[in-house]
């Protein structure tokens, strides 16, 4: 069994920063890759930023140079720091982990956090 535990969500003005953390723990044999996603009210779910294993990181355009994704040094805690965060910005967001046993691969979510920008 994999747990995710995300915490860091909350209410910000405008241009403030929020900083996330995703803790997984459990059966973490060997973690790939480590994402987070958020989905709006009305949208489909969207990738913001991934962090693979040798620390390769992506971010969706719309949150590039504003948002930083970075781990842990064991790797087991993912975080994203939002700043100049904007109200298009709010939504929640769910971290992903991608696990590898073997050849075996699974995906475990995390029960998301709100994040609302908002004056």
């Known amino acids: 069994q994999v747990q995710l535990a995300e915490s860091g969500g909350g209410l910000v003005q405008p241009g403030g920063s929020l900083r996330l953390s995703c803790a997984a723990s459990g059966s973490i044999f060997s973690i790939k890759t480590m994402d987070w996603y958020r989905q709006a009210p009305g949208k489909e779910r969207e990738l913001v930023a991934r962090?693979?294993?040798?620390?390769?990181?992506n971010y969706a355009d719309s949150v590039k140079d504003r948002f930083t994704i970075s781990t842990n040094n064991a790797k087991n805690t993912v975080y994203l720091q939002m700043n100049r965060l904007k109200p298009e910005d709010t939504a929640i967001y769910y971290c992903?982990?991608?696990?590898?046993?073997?050849?075996?691969?699974?995906?475990?979510w995390g029960q998301g956090t709100l994040v609302t920008v908002s004056s």
């Open positions: 962090i693979t294993s040798d620390d390769t990181t």
């Open positions: 992903k982990v991608l696990i590898a046993m073997g050849y075996v691969y699974s995906e475990h």
